[in-house]
């Protein structure tokens, strides 16, 4: 009988290691891939800082700067935001006609003059309000953005596609969003000192520099070679493989293919994606109220220090993706869906308790695990399921609904902070309760849609994610 004793111990022992190294090994992995994908990640890291960098001082940019009231004000946020979502949907496709690493240099240069517009916009031209010449400018400096996100995005999930496995692809998916969130939360620790020295202005000014960066690790660490030895290790620079992805139609041709083959006859797939958009509406405002909402519903620390706040968010995500990613691998991917949007929904009404320090990092804790838990799986199911000449394409027709959500919830969000949480008003003449109750009940509506459609969605779901 003593014999048996060690038994389970040992056994203990065995689980608790195996739990460990699941967690930990996402994180050991990153620093074992390829060239390529190095270049992707680090890429990913720097416009995620830039990216959450600016669209979180974007609002307070247009009324301090261009003159616009916070309707207006939220409307430009929205023009850029759910424009890089709907310049997807036709730039895609770019990665797919001239490759990853010539996509994503050139969106780069089109993002950086973007960034320099809006930095020379009110100084240049001194002129404010709707239609002025700094609106003007500032709005062509966002179309810039648009247009080189558009490609950007569709490229970075593309080359990941490619440059890993199937055991490998969903955490490099994971990672990758992982990374552009931690890039996030960076500004909370950069934009403060340098906001406070140089001003808002001063603080778009570093964003320029980085992005300037961001272009030459794109170029001296993507390169062809490194690209080339990747897809090798991964298995696409098999010949067959090697020989589909060169052929190259013409253009005309490749147009008339992805109208073609657009998946808008899947029922599921279009209920899939547009039944997301309630509880997308919580990521459109972190950018959209959150910013406001802690700078103007609070005192003190959370004030003065509103960016912090406003990108916790991100590097929980860096922290929590990849750890879940493992955990959850064999998770059925829709069982997955109909949780992770739940746990981020439900955080929604404990704003409306009141604007407590303890509130906010309770919604911003709990929303983010929520979030750790569907998001990467959706990027993911997206991009496996598309054909492999039109990854970029799906990236796009995936996205749109955001678009929609970035559209319709930038015009309500600026209304709502008027009523409910303006500007000149004592936190506690507020009624920041109600805003935030009215945000919970329209973002439950995701995981009860998703549990209410499971029988017909799973009876023809097409992928199951497995490790």
């Not at 690209?227 to 005309?252: N, T, V």
């Not at 997955?336 to 320090?357: E, N, R, Y």
């Amino acid at each position: 009988m003593e014999e048996l004793n060690p038994a389970p111990e040992k056994n203990s022992e065995t689980v608790f290691q195996k739990t460990w190294k699941e967690i930990t090994q996402p994180f050991i992995d990153l620093f074992h891939v390829s060239r390529a994908l190095w270049g992707i990640n680090v890429s990913y890291l720097l416009e995620g800082l830039t990216y959450f960098g600016v669209v979180g001082l974007l609002a307070i940019y247009f009324n301090d700067f261009i003159g616009l009231d916070d309707i207006d004000a939220g409307r430009m946020v929205g023009l850029l935001t759910a424009g890089i979502t709907l310049s997807m949907l036709f730039l895609g496709a770019t990665v797919d006609i001239i490759g990853t690493r010539w996509a994503l240099i050139i969106s780069l240069v089109f993002m950086l003059i973007g960034r320099v517009l809006l930095s020379i916009a009110p100084t240049v031209f001194g002129t404010t309000g709707m239609w002025s010449s700094s609106h003007v400018v500032a709005m062509l400096g966002i179309l810039g953005i648009v247009i080189g996100y558009g490609i950007y995005m569709p490229g970075c999930y593309a080359a990941v596609k490619y440059f890993t496995t199937e055991k490998t692809a969903a955490m490099g998916y994971a990672m990758l969003y992982a990374l552009m969130n931690l890039g996030g939360f960076l500004p909370g620790l950069i934009s403060p000192p340098v906001r406070h020295a140089y001003g808002i202005l001063g603080v778009f000014w570093v964003y320029a520099a980085l992005t300037v960066a961001g272009i030459a690790v794109v170029a001296v660490i993507l390169t062809k070679k490194s690209e080339k030895e990747a897809m090798e290790e991964s298995g696409w620079a098999k010949k067959e493989d090697k020989e589909k992805i060169k052929e190259k139609k013409p253009l005309k041709e490749q147009i008339k293919f992805y109208i073609k083959n657009f998946p808008i006859k899947d029922a599921r797939f279009m209920y899939f994606i547009f039944i997301l958009i309630p509880v997308q509406t919580l990521f459109a405002h972190n950018w959209l109220t959150l910013p406001l909402y802690f700078s103007r519903a609070f005192t003190g620390v959370v004030a003065e220090n509103f960016e912090f706040f406003v990108n916790f968010n991100p590097i929980l995500i860096f922290i929590l993706a990849p750890m879940v990613a493992a955990l959850t691998v064999k998770s059925d991917t829709y069982k997955m869906m109909i949780i992770g949007t739940f746990v981020m929904a439900s955080p929604t009404f404990i704003l409306s308790l009141g604007p407590t320090i303890y509130t906010a990092f309770a919604y911003l804790i709990i929303m983010t695990i929520g979030e750790a838990m569907w998001q990467p799986r959706f990027l993911q199911w997206v991009a496996e399921i598309a054909p492999k000449e039109m990854t970029g394409i799906y990236m796009g027709l995936g996205q749109f609904p955001w678009f929609l959500t970035k559209v319709v919830t930038s015009v309500y969000s600026g209304w709502f902070l008027m009523k409910y949480c303006p500007a000149g008003t004592p936190p506690e003449m507020m009624n920041t309760e109600t805003m935030w109750f009215i945000y919970g009940l329209i973002a439950i509506i995701s995981p009860v849609g998703l549990l209410l459609a499971r029988s017909w969605m799973v009876k023809g779901f097409k992928v199951k994610h497995e490790g």
